[in-house]
T-cell receptor
Framework: DSGVTQTPKHLITATGQRVTLRCSPR?????VYWYQQSLDQGLQFLIQ???????AKGNILERFSAQQFPDLHSELNLSSLELGDSALYFC????????????FGPGTRLTVL | GNSVTQMEGPVTLSEEAFLTINCTYT??????LFWYVQYPGEGLQLLLK?????DKGSNKGFEATYRKETTSFHLEKGSVQVSDSAVYFC?????????????FGQGTRLTINP
């Protein structure tokens, strides 16, 4: 158990809908990262937050957005969902940024029908 | 940009066999290098890491050495067990502008037969 929690574990929804994925980092960690794992794209970095502020952006679509709240939990919002958004979404956390080790949550499996 | 290339899987071995999973990287600067493991139905777990050239990371009998001259970080284990069956990901840290993201290889699925 990494100490990073993600909810829900599974999510099934329809095209065009909007969903919110939630992540609670390990106690004391200030950085939160979101990654997407899909069969065709592999594991890709989406976005990083540090202590409430966006620090880095990767291959995140404009339909996707994220935020980190004052209690340090984070939410990833996915809207206007398409079939191709079906994937496993991982959250990771680290103490700070730079070379800190990232610890991953168990993931949320999103299926768009 | 930075990238990681892993040997293609799947890899199937017998118990107690020697394991090597090749990983090479392309990066500007000197990234930290990682091996993560993903067991069926679970998230990624850090297996080992190395932060500078010639460093050796090790954990649970697995080892990898950061080779700057060959830009490689090959994963090795002397005697694998059935419980080592999983998907293994090589990754580097891309520390642009004070932030950090991990760049992953495509993963190598390892199956160990008893």
């Amino acid at each position: 158990d990494s100490g990073v929690t993600q909810t829900p574990k599974h999510l099934i929804t329809a095209t065009g809908q909007r969903v919110t994925l939630r992540c609670s980092p390990r106690s004391g960690d200030l950085s939160v990262y979101w990654y997407q794992q899909s069969l065709d794209q592999g594991l890709q970095f989406l976005i990083q937050y540090y202590n409430g502020e966006e620090r880095a952006k990767g291959n995140i679509l404009e339909r996707f957005s994220a935020q980190q709240f004052p209690d340090l939990h984070s939410e990833l919002n996915l809207s206007s969902l398409e079939l191709g958004d079906s994937a496993l979404y991982f959250c990771a956390s680290s103490v700070g940024w730079g070379t800190d080790t990232q610890y991953f949550g168990p993931g949320t499996r999103l299926t768009v029908l | 940009g930075n990238s990681v290339t892993q040997m293609e899987g799947p890899v199937t071995l017998s118990e107690e066999a020697f394991l090597t999973i090749n990983c090479t990287y392309t990066a500007t600067g000197y990234p930290s290098l990682f091996w993560y493991v993903q067991y069926p139905g679970e998230g990624l777990q850090l297996l080992l890491k190395a932060t500078k050239a010639d460093d050796k990371g090790s954990n649970k009998g697995f080892e990898a050495t950061y080779r700057k001259e060959t830009t490689s970080f090959h994963l090795e284990k002397g005697s694998v067990q059935v419980s080592d069956s999983a998907v293994y990901f090589c990754a580097l840290s891309d520390d642009g502008q004070g932030a950090q993201k991990l760049v992953f290889g495509q993963g190598t699925r390892l199956t160990i037969n008893p």
